[in-house]
């Protein structure tokens, strides 16, 4: 049986394709693109399978960002929550643990017990403490994201609760002429600090990272400092939809 | 009329009845009253802190505004902080009865207890048997209730939880509360059951939020368990030898340990898909949680309540996701 798990992010949206428990297509594209150039709307939103290129599909479950129009038609929609443990189980085999998902415009932080979601936080107000942060500040830095993440030593201090505050922030240190690394350790870091109070209520001992930002090294060691473990799955940012899949695949019942 | 005498949780209320008392459960006045913030409040003005269980605010305002002259005091086997409730209790002028439900959980010791209980209100252990068997006549028609509930599905987990906790003071009217036990059960019978796809237990003490009942109704759950209400109506007790034995196999005011060979076996035989966990903010129950969720392989969803007697946004959403992947398992299998 083949699966199709789709998770409609707000920077991009990813594609899975599983058989028998094993995941065979993987690929991503920008929302915008997405809705775009494969999908058209009737009532609901119809994504056009064959412009996808992803061959025969069995069942089809969907999920995605709260603000979208996750609810595909002939898909069954799950909710985010949900398609995000269920990814963490399949990557990691684990049944106890706590999930951090950064991602694009949000943040989870999901709390796991006995294999079932026992108490979550969101974080829907602000960009600041996302990715769509790291992107901009990147932007202004003029750095890769990958060569920006991987610098965590001696930050220089970002106080700003701000996305937009935090830019001029840096600009201030860049014109005092601090160094570069130390300008890209500080937006790490000041994501990082962000994030502090969200995890302060979810005390435990492993945390999974996923979402995009699980890709960025400096935050990885910051937060080892919080947790005994700190477990990276292998594909943070498709943990969506791969949990879209574990659950069409594990629970859905044929109609 | 019967005098009135107030109860800080459930006590050998058989002694009190023997001696001619009508006994008020103080939660059950301070939870269903419309002024409950209002009782929270009297406690917070004459100093009680603000991190302290609003249980505990809310019986010392119920017993002040309520006219209770007389109280039985738990000051073992229930919180501490009834020790402290007491005092103050008696500052305002208040007559307490103290009464201890001991920590050996030793049926000599509970014996001791309860024969001094006796002797406070002048009563033989005869006559407390008499009333005792009187009682027990309500306590199987709320056990008949109970297994409306799980048994036949007939009976929603908020019905199940007023019939098993009114039976701490029988709704302060003995015959009346029979009849209404009688009635009910007859109307019950009536009924088609309910059937809901997760099937959940409550444990822990009684919650200051009632709607997490229909809210788990509302989501294709039900409760079919009331843990510590039904031990407040003491479903054993017709089994007992005697008023000692009673109060000996009660699960609430003792360890850990033997109240969860009793969680175990209702968990068992009432097809339990999970359990919800309930504690109150600023009680140490709370910190039992860790013994439970090793103990019993089962999920369990700790929920926690502090001064609101409605659910906040966060609790419902962390019941819904928990529901929800219960409904997932359910299905698969």
């Known amino acids: 049986m083949r699966i199709l798990g789709i998770d409609l992010g707000s920077r991009e949206v990813k594609i899975v394709v599983m058989e028998k428990d094993k995941i065979v297509i993987k690929k991503k594209i920008s929302t915008m693109k997405f809705y775009r150039d494969y999908c058209s709307f009737d009532g609901k939103v119809i994504v056009d399978l064959g412009k996808l290129d992803i061959g025969e599909i069995d069942r089809a479950v969907s999920t995605g960002y709260g603000k979208n129009n996750t609810n595909l038609k002939l898909f069954t929609q799950i909710n985010e929550i949900k398609a995000h443990v269920y990814g963490a189980m399949y990557q990691t085999g684990l049944k106890d643990f706590i999930l951090l998902d950064v991602g694009g415009q949000d943040v989870k932080v999901i709390k796991v017990e006995k294999g079932i979601t026992t108490d979550l936080e969101l974080n829907e107000k602000c960009a600041a403490s996302c990715g769509r942060y790291l992107e901009n500040m990147a932007n202004v830095l003029e750095v890769s994201l990958d060569e920006m993440s991987k610098h965590y030593k001696d930050p220089v201090e970002l106080n700003s609760t701000c996305a937009v505050f935090s830019e001029s922030e840096l600009i201030g240190s860049i014109a005092e002429g601090v160094s570069v690394e130390k300008l890209y350790a500080g937006v790490n870091y000041s994501l990082y600090k962000r994030l502090r109070p969200l995890l302060s209520k979810f005390k435990g001992k492993q945390l999974i990272l996923a979402g995009g930002v699980a890709n960025n090294l400096a935050i990885r060691e910051y937060l080892q400092n919080d947790y005994s473990e700190i477990i990276s799955i292998e594909e943070p940012q498709f943990n969506g939809a791969i949990g879209c899949c574990y659950y069409g695949s594990r629970f859905l019942r044929e109609d | ?333």
């Open chain 2, 1 to 333: 009329m019967l005098k009135k005498i107030g109860l800080t949780t459930t006590v050998p209320v058989e002694v009190l009845v023997t001696a001619g008392y009508s006994p008020v459960d103080l939660n059950n006045i301070f939870i269903t009253s419309e002024d409950y913030l209002k009782y929270i409040d009297i406690a917070e003005r004459d100093g009680f802190p603000k991190s302290l269980c609003a249980w505990i605010k809310g019986i010392y305002g119920a017993c002040l505004e309520n006219d209770i002259k007389e109280i039985v005091g738990v000051v073992e086997g229930d919180c501490s902080n009834t020790r402290a409730l007491i005092e103050v209790l008696q500052l305002k002028g208040i007559k307490v009865y103290p009464f201890s439900f001991p920590h050996s959980h030793n049926l000599k010791d509970v014996e001791i207890e309860i024969r001094k209980f006796m002797n406070i209100f002048n009563v033989t252990e005869e006559s407390v048997e008499q009333t005792r068997q009187r009682l027990n006549k309500l306590r199987e028609l709320a056990k008949e209730i109970d297994e409306l509930t799980y048994l036949e599905n007939k009976v929603n987990g908020f019905e199940n939880h007023i019939y098993q906790i009114s039976l701490s003071d029988f709704n302060g009217n003995v015959d009346n509360f029979e009849n209404s036990l009688k009635d009910a059960i007859s109307e019950i019978k009536q009924r088609k059951p309910i059937n809901r796809k997760v099937r959940l237990g409550y444990i822990g003490v009684p919650p200051m939020t009632g709607d997490i009942y229909e809210f788990v109704e509302s989501l294709d759950a039900h409760f079919v368990y009331n843990e510590v209400q039904r031990e407040f109506a003491f479903p054993r007790a017709i089994t007992a030898k005697n008023i000692f034995e009673q109060y000996y196999d009660y699960t609430y005011p003792y360890n850990t340990t033997f109240r969860i060979n009793e969680l175990k076996k209702q968990i068992e035989e009432r097809k339990i898909d999970a359990i919800i966990h309930y504690t109150q903010a600023f009680c140490y129950r709370a910190v039992e949680d860790i013994v439970l969720k090793k103990q019993l392989d089962i999920p369990i969803l700790n929920i926690e309540g502090d001064k609101l007697n409605v659910l906040d946004a966060r609790t419902k959403l962390r019941l819904e996701a928990f529901i929800d992947m219960l409904s997932d398992l359910k299905e698969a299998n």
